[in-house]
């Protein structure tokens, strides 16, 4: 008989197909079967993008209450997205996919053209989510995000104006950045 291990088993995920805390599931219980006898820790990962949320919510266990929100996805339609309430209501974490990801992007949406007119607006619902619960302290996972605007609609979203040369307003999508002239974080 062999001795028993201790096999420590971290994956990510495996992006489009299962977050980070099915595929340590499925690794563990794959192991199982060849040694029962074994210890298996399950400490799923993320590296801020898909899948963050499922493995800061499995790795905090009944200290993490997931909340779900109405928004947008990059494109603009309208979705659900969730997001942490941690710290016993002080903090919350956030994955900017959740709103913001490429998995809400069917395969033939993935093109240059949308890419330049996604946004990251939605997002900015689960910050504005998080700030109504009263936390003090929030973390923003940012991977994994379809749009290429750098963060703007989410501070368009949240008063802050993005001028052009002529003081207009630029619209979403980070194609317009490029007229960009000046920020009015006024108000």
Same mark, same amino acid.
């Given at each position: 008989?062999?001795?028993?291990?201790?096999?420590?088993?971290?994956?990510?995920?495996?992006?489009?197909?299962?977050?980070?805390?099915?595929?340590?599931?499925?690794?563990?219980?794959?192991?199982?079967?060849?040694?029962?006898?074994?210890?298996?820790?399950?400490?799923?990962? =993320? /590296?801020g993008g898909e899948g963050t949320l499922a493995a800061? %919510?499995?790795?905090? @266990?009944? #200290?993490?209450? $997931? &909340?779900?929100?109405?928004?947008?996805?990059?494109?603009?339609?309208?979705?659900?997205?969730?997001?942490?309430?941690?710290?016993?209501?002080?903090?919350?974490?956030?994955?900017?996919?959740?709103?913001?990801?490429?998995?809400?992007?069917? =395969? /033939?949406?993935?093109?240059?053209?949308?890419?330049?007119? %996604?946004?990251?607006? @939605?997002? #900015?619902?689960? $910050? &504005?989510?998080?700030?109504?619960?009263?936390v003090e302290r929030i973390t923003i996972g940012l991977?994994?995000?379809?749009?290429?605007?750098?963060?703007?609609?989410?501070?368009?979203?949240?008063?802050?104006?993005?001028?052009?040369?002529?003081? =207009? /307003?630029?619209p979403d999508g980070g194609g317009a950045l490029v007229?960009?002239?000046?920020?009015? #974080?006024?108000?």
């Open positions: 008989m062999q001795s028993p291990l201790t096999v420590v088993v971290a994956p990510d995920s495996f992006g489009g197909s299962l977050d980070s805390v099915a595929v340590a599931a499925a690794i563990a219980a794959g192991w199982s079967t060849v040694r029962p006898n074994d210890v298996i820790l399950r400490r799923p990962m =993320a /590296d800061v %919510a499995d790795a905090l @266990g009944d #200290a993490a209450d $997931l &909340r779900s929100i109405g928004t947008t996805d990059a494109l603009g339609r309208p979705i659900s997205a969730d997001w942490l309430l941690v710290d016993e209501g002080r903090g919350a974490f956030i994955e900017m996919a959740a709103a913001s990801g490429l998995a809400w992007l069917a =395969a /033939d949406e993935r093109t240059p053209t949308n890419a330049l007119l %996604a946004s990251t607006r @939605g997002t #900015a619902d689960l $910050l &504005r989510g998080a700030l109504d619960a009263g991977g994994g995000s379809a749009s290429t605007d750098g963060g703007s609609g989410l501070l368009r979203a949240l008063g802050v104006r993005l001028l052009d040369a002529d003081g =207009a /307003d630029l007229r960009l002239d000046r920020v009015d #974080a006024g108000g």
